[in-house]
């Protein structure tokens, strides 16, 4: 099998060193050449990519080349898979959109709601000039993309790049609630097979088959409605993750049929969400002072002791599935993976353009979609509301049309208040003068 050239765009990021270890884990399916981080923060990469050295050292000393560069010729020449992690306005930003939104009593969350809208505003123009620069150095290189927010930045790759098939948008929150699935359930995640369908942080779950063929979504459902389900191990480390697994459970024993996304929880109970959350100190807040510290003094660690052994590093959910992925692609292996793709008939009753989340099987030709079939009314309902605002968010982008940004702002179930919306999106464009286009 050929050894790979694979660039992470994002290489200061705190995932990265949890992804680059998940690498070193699977090296015997994924046999790499080179791995090249890129980023526009030097200073952060570059200790990320000293950590690389150390750790490929010592993990996986097969691989040859290891860079890391601000030069997008370096960072995208003669690749075979680049993966899309960028955050545009970094966390400072994530900051900002979450404080704005709860000072005027919307849901201050990083995809969900006005902070979502911000987030994606400032994400296009980055995210395109990346993949146009990809583009122009390896046109045939795979690239993956699961930065967020997704569904936004799915929707513009589809306008911006149609018929490029080797552009992938996927997300791992669907996973990582198998994992807490697959706790109950006494079961591996990779014995499971999920039927579901939606936008991405807006779907559920509508059947889980064994490896017997036996549907065991029932069960959890029965275990939802009677306790809490269990977070997985990464989540019972932060109590978040544990409200958010908690939360649903209560979405659902109050509505039955499939069982939610977690996302879910910041469009049904909007006005929870917000009571519950603190305008002065966010979840970026709780990110800059848990994760990312954690991350960086784990480095310093590394650093000192020139050895990843004995340090706090863990794979994780994030890293498995971009890798199970990626050798799905290469060993032409035909797994199922839930990947955002346009419609075209897969949910029978959304139009046939909408960046849909649905299963896929992807191989070396890339995805092919499974048929959901029609949806009842409630879910299409939903789905078709939260379906407009992504595009009129879309639509602001490309059209620096204030009018649009707006009527986006307005439609989004976390607010629908007008007043409100107009407060939000009066303060949002002063914090993103930087970062947006001018909206007329």
Request: charged letters at 25%; glycine letters at 6%.
């Amino acid at each position: 099998m050929k050894k790979l050239d694979i660039t992470i765009v994002g290489g200061g990021s705190t995932y990265t060193p949890a992804l680059l270890k998940t690498i070193c884990d699977y090296q015997d399916q994924l046999p790499i050449r080179s791995i090249t981080l890129y980023d526009i923060d030097e200073e952060r990469q570059a200790k990320v990519g000293r950590f690389a050295e150390i750790l490929f050292k010592e993990q996986y000393p097969e691989v040859e080349e290891i860079h890391y560069t601000t030069d997008q010729e370096k960072a995208f020449a003669n690749k075979d898979f680049v993966l899309m992690q960028i955050r545009s306005g970094g966390l400072k930003m994530r900051v900002e959109d979450e404080q704005i939104s709860l000072k005027h009593g919307a849901v201050g969350q990083e995809t969900c709601g006005p902070g979502g809208f911000a987030y994606g505003m400032r994400t296009l123009q980055q995210f395109i000039d990346l993949v146009k620069g990809v583009r122009h150095y390896s046109k045939e290189a795979w690239i993956i993309n699961y930065s967020n927010p997704a569904a936004i930045v799915a929707e513009a790759t589809k306008r911006e790049f149609p018929e490029d098939k080797r552009l992938i948008n996927i997300c791992d929150m669907p996973i990582a609630i198998m994992d807490a699935f697959s706790s109950v359930l006494d079961k591996d995640r990779s014995q499971l097979s999920p039927r579901y369908f939606g936008l991405n942080h807006f779907g559920w779950f509508t059947a889980l088959y064994d490896e017997t063929g036996k549907d065991r979504l029932p069960e959890i459902h029965s275990f939802l409605k009677d306790k809490e389900i269990l977070p997985s191990e990464e989540a019972m480390l932060d109590e978040s993750w544990q409200d958010t697994f908690k939360q649903l459970a209560t979405m659902t024993r109050d509505l039955d049929g499939y069982i939610p996304n977690t996302y879910l929880q910041y469009y049904l109970y909007p006005a929870q969400m917000v009571e519950k959350s603190d305008p002065t100190y966010t979840r970026a807040n709780e990110v800059i002072n848990g994760r990312e510290k954690d991350v960086f003094t784990m480095l310093d660690d590394v650093f000192e002791r020139q050895t990843v052994e004995g340090s706090s590093l863990v794979s994780g959910v994030h890293g498995d599935y971009i890798i199970d992925l990626m050798a799905s692609i290469i060993q032409n292996e035909n797994q199922m993976f839930l990947v955002m793709v346009e419609n075209k008939g897969a949910i029978e009753n959304l139009p046939s353009d909408a960046m849909v989340e649905v299963p896929c099987l992807v191989n070396a030709n890339g995805i092919e979609p499974l048929r959901v079939g029609p949806i009842p009314t409630f879910y299409k309902g939903l789905l078709e509301n939260q379906l407009a605002y992504e595009k009129l968010t879309v639509d602001a982008y490309y059209n620096n049309c204030y009018d649009d940004a707006l009527k986006a702002l307005v439609l989004n179930r976390t607010d629908v208040d007008t007043p409100k919306a107009k407060a939000i999106l009066h303060d949002m464009i002063e914090a993103n003068k930087d970062y947006w286009p001018k909206l007329d």
